[in-house]
């Protein structure tokens, strides 16, 4: 995820619709500045919700472990290819 746009406090009071437009349509994330410094940022709905799964995934030992362990397992070719998996 990359930050495209950065835009004043200012700037954005009077242009929120329009870069609420950008955020939904372009998948644009614009962070918003106060007196230069980055203080919030708007980014899509989908995006946020998935950096929010994201960060309870990883705050998840157990599920963080299993993760793990998969990828020890397809470094070491420790894999089943899905069609052999669900052979009739």
């Known amino acids: 995820m990359m930050i495209e746009k950065y835009v004043p ?9 329009e870069l609420l437009r950008q955020v939904e349509e372009n998948r644009e994330n614009v962070v918003i500045t106060k007196n ?15 950096l929010l799964e994201t960060i309870e995934i990883l705050a998840d030992a157990k599920t963080l472990r299993g993760i793990k362990a998969g990828l020890q397992d397809v470094k070491a070719n420790r894999i089943v290819r899905f069609e052999d998996a669900f052979e009739e």
């Open 36 to 50: 230069g410094l980055p203080t919030a940022v708007l980014l899509n709905y989908e995006d946020f919700a998935g």
């Open 9 to 17: 406090i200012s700037s954005a009071k009077t242009r929120l619709l």
